[in-house]
């Protein structure tokens, strides 16, 4: 069989896995809750499947992450399976909420989630609103609030949360708010396009010190190329720097570019005690198949097929290896699997089965699913 149709079908029985009745858990037996980012990500593929079970499971986590949404309008991080209890503090899962939402509603012809969950929706909105407290219609975030955890450190106006913040102000139909992002980005000297790539984040200049983040950030960059933040010569400028970096070798794609090691002025001490320590490990320049999904997207979205294919390959020769257990992630520099200390199960990661089926089916339509 060919290796890519096997890894779909791989990727279905993954899933299939991490069915909970509360929604899709980030990956079995190792994560047991419900994350917003994971589970919305993760229905991005699910959802084209014709599996009444994964429709279900797209629905129990809107429905999962909606009831327990906080009094000021924060989705939850994570909902735990056990004790049905809520973390929170991260930016990205109400961001991914609402674009969750909005996706149901189209693969499914099925308004019904919509308007039953239009108050949070709009509360949802309004809080990540006030997250704006430069008024300058981009949200600020604190360092450790989002998907990336506490390595590397982010703050202030980061490139992931205005990709994904971009492409709700578009489902709500924004416009207004739409026209200053797109300004506020491209600042030549306040904003994140460095001419090649969108800089990791930014927030204050203080006379000729900057705080900035320099470093390439692969999933960010390519959601920006995805949801249409990046123009075409933006985009071209993304895809070609992945490519002179290497960055999508030996497999698509390494988090970030270049790792951060310890005589970087981006260092923090806490991190001997965080997975990232190590270069090219976990992520501090591991590669996270689920990024390689969205790097595929991107490839299509410049109609770039028959490199989309050509990753779309390499992808599944990644998530096959050792079992075709569809890992966490792997060496940035060998591609073997990596072990996480604290959790020594890694199989089954939920959102890379999900992308790799958007990927697949993307590459099969010539078109980007989303």
């Given amino acids: ?31 047991q809750a419900i994350w917003s980012r994971d589970s919305m990500i993760t229905s991005l ?16 986590s809107l429905n999962t992450l909606a009831d327990k949404q906080s009094e000021l309008g924060q989705i939850p991080n994570a909902v735990h399976i056990k004790d049905k209890r809520a973390d929170f503090a991260s930016i990205d899962s ?19 989630l919509l308007k039953k969950h239009k108050k949070n929706i709009e509360k949802a909105f309004l809080w990540l609103r006030y997250q704006d407290f430069g008024e300058d ?8 609030s989002d998907w990336q955890d506490c390595f590397p450190h982010r ?19 924004k416009k207004d708010i739409i026209r200053k992002v797109v300004e506020r980005i491209n600042h030549p000297t306040d904003g994140l396009w460095n001419k090649e790539f969108y800089y990791s984040y930014r927030w204050k200049n203080h006379n000729k010190h900057h705080e900035v983040g320099e470093w390439f950030d692969s999933l960010a960059n390519l959601l920006a190329i995805i949801y249409g933040l990046a123009d075409k010569n933006q985009s071209e400028k993304i895809l070609s720097y992945i490519k002179k970096e290497k960055i999508d070798h030996p497999y698509p794609v390494k988090t970030i570019y270049p790792c951060i090691k310890k005589d970087s002025k981006y260092w923090y ?37 028959n490199e989309a294919e050509i990753q779309l390959e390499k992808l599944a020769e990644l998530n096959m290896k050792k ?47 989303i």
């Fill in 1 to 31: 069989m060919d290796i890519k149709k096997e890894a779909y079908e791989k990727a279905i029985k993954v899933l299939e896995k991490c069915i909970t009745p509360i929604g899709f858990t980030a990956a079995n037996p190792s994560y």
């Fill in 45 to 60: 593929g699910a959802s084209l499947v014709d599996k009444p079970e994964f429709k279900d499971a797209f629905k129990k």
């Fill in 94 to 112: 109400s961001l991914w909420f609402i674009i969750g939402e909005y996706i149901y509603a189209e693969r499914f012809n099925d308004k019904s």
């Fill in 137 to 144: 219609s981009l949200p600020e975030q604190q360092p450790t």
């Fill in 155 to 173: 703050y202030g106006h980061t490139i992931h949360t205005q990709a994904l913040y971009y492409k709700v102000l578009k489902l709500l139909n």
């Fill in 269 to 305: 001490d806490y991190f001997y005690d965080c997975e990232a320590e190590i270069p090219y490990h976990y992520i501090n320049g591991g590669i996270w198949p689920y990024i390689g999904g969205f790097y595929v997207l991107a490839l299509i979205k410049m109609k770039k097929f």
């Fill in 323 to 369: 079992d075709g257990a569809f890992w966490e992630w792997f060496n940035g520099k060998t591609g073997e699997p990596g072990i996480t200390g604290w959790k020594k199960d890694n199989r089954n990661q939920a959102w890379n089965a999900g992308m790799y089926i958007l990927a697949y089916e993307s590459v099969k339509m010539k078109k980007v699913l």
